[in-house]
């Protein structure tokens, strides 16, 4: 079955600065992506998705890329601010088993 | 519009206490789904319903737990026999289409077990 693997598992950056979290996949029939934040307490909400015949998927300051030859995608974070400060799980599924599979989460911390 | 919730948001139950878990997920969505999430951990699937049917029950523990969607809308994530390993934050989620399309998934906000 599927696997993926995510790091860092903590990230700590300055106000301002970008954030990057990778994350790779063991099935190569994998075809979307996506990317949740989940703050203390609440639930994941997703911040973005890919899908397979795409490359690079950008939505203000957040964009994901994916690199399906070496089975591994990453979420940019630009200009980040003290309210990006969450836990940050990516995820992988493929057509016909419709379950998410997530990492184990980046804690990302931004300082004012 | 609403989105998806669950209901209780908390729950203690004592170890062997049977425990029954509920989500309404926004309406008119086909697919639901069951995520198990530890404390620190990512989500971890439990069992998917295309309308009432259950077709992947492969995340599933235990034959302790048990979940049903009988009229494809509100499911229940029941858990017999309580053990202090159940303890976690239940998550449900719904999404718009079935079949082979991928759809985005929209999670509630959880009940989270505590066994005692």
């Known amino acids: 079955g599927e696997n993926v693997e995510q790091h860092p598992s903590t990230l700590s950056v300055q106000e301002g600065d970008s954030a990057v979290i990778k994350c790779t996949y063991s099935d190569s029939a994998s075809n979307y992506f996506p990317w949740y934040k989940q703050e203390l307490g609440k639930r994941p909400q997703l911040i973005i998705d890919?899908?397979?015949?795409?490359g690079e998927k950008k939505d203000q300051r957040i964009a994901v890329t994916l690199n399906k030859t070496a089975k591994h995608f990453s979420l940019h974070i630009t200009e980040t601010q003290p309210e990006d400060s969450a836990v940050y799980f990516c995820?992988?599924?493929?057509?016909?088993?419709?379950?998410?599979?997530f990492g184990t989460g980046t804690r990302l911390l931004v300082s004012p | 519009g609403a989105g998806v919730s669950q209901s209780p948001r908390y729950k203690v139950a004592k170890r062997g206490q049977d425990v029954a878990l509920r989500c309404d997920p926004i309406s008119g969505h086909v697919s639901l789904f069951w995520y198990q999430q530890a404390l620190g951990q990512g989500p971890e699937f439990l069992t998917y319903f295309q309308n009432e049917a259950q077709l992947d029950k492969s995340g599933l523990p235990s034959d302790r737990f048990f979940a049903e969607r009988p009229e494809g809308s509100v499911s229940t994530l029941k858990i017999q026999r309580t053990q202090q390993e159940d303890s976690a934050v239940y998550l449900c989620?719904?999404?718009?289409?079935?079949?082979?399309?991928?759809?985005?998934?929209?999670f509630g906000p959880g009940t989270r077990l505590t066994v005692l």
């Open positions: 890919i899908r397979s015949n795409v």
């Open positions: 995820a992988a599924t493929s057509s016909g088993f419709q379950k998410l599979v």
């Open positions: 989620a719904s999404s718009l289409l079935g079949g082979p399309s991928t759809d985005t998934q929209y």
